[in-house]
C-alpha cells in the first residue's frame, strides 16, 4: 500500500520556494522563487540578493539611509527575477512561479515577458502598495492568474 501521508505539488514547489529564501542574506526578508512548467518539472529558483559579482559584505543591506544609495533597494535582485535569469529552459510559456512574496510591478513586467501564466504566492504584506496593486492590474490584463497559497499547516522539518 502507497503512503497516503505525501506532500501535494503545491506544497513541494512551495516548499523549494521557502528553502531558497533561505540562501538570502536580507536580515530583514528573506524571498524565495520556483518555477516550474506543465510537466511538474523545476526549470528555475531564486531568491533576494546582490547581483553575480557583487560581495554581500561589502553592499549595503540597511532598510533606510540618509541616501537611497546608502540601502539595499538600488542594489537588490528579487527572487522572481533571479528565478526568471537562472532558468535552465530556453522557455518560460505557460510555466508556474511558487513564490513566497507577491510580486512587486518591476518583478511583475519580467514575469509577463517571460510567458509565465500562474503564480501561487505565500504573502502579500504590501497589497495596498502602488507597487502591489500595479502589478495585480498588469496580471489581470495580461490572463496571469495569481493565487494566494492556501497552507492546511502542515509541518516538515529538515535536519541537516
Known sequence: ???SNYINWDE??????LLSAQRSKDSNT???ACIVNDEHKIVSVGYNGMPIGCDDDEMPWERSAESTLDTKYPY????????????NS???NGCTLYVTLYPCNECAKAIIQSGIKRIVYLSNKYADTDSSKA?????KKCGINADEYKSDGKEIVLKL
Open 1 to 3: 500500500m502507497k503512503r
Open 12 to 17: 513541494y514547489f512551495m516548499g523549494v520556494a
Open 76 to 87: 537588490v535582485c528579487h527572487a522572481e527575477l533571479n528565478a526568471i535569469l537562472n532558468r
Open 90 to 92: 530556453s522557455n518560460l
Open 30 to 32: 528573506q524571498v524565495g
Open 135 to 139: 502589478a495585480a492590474f498588469m496580471f
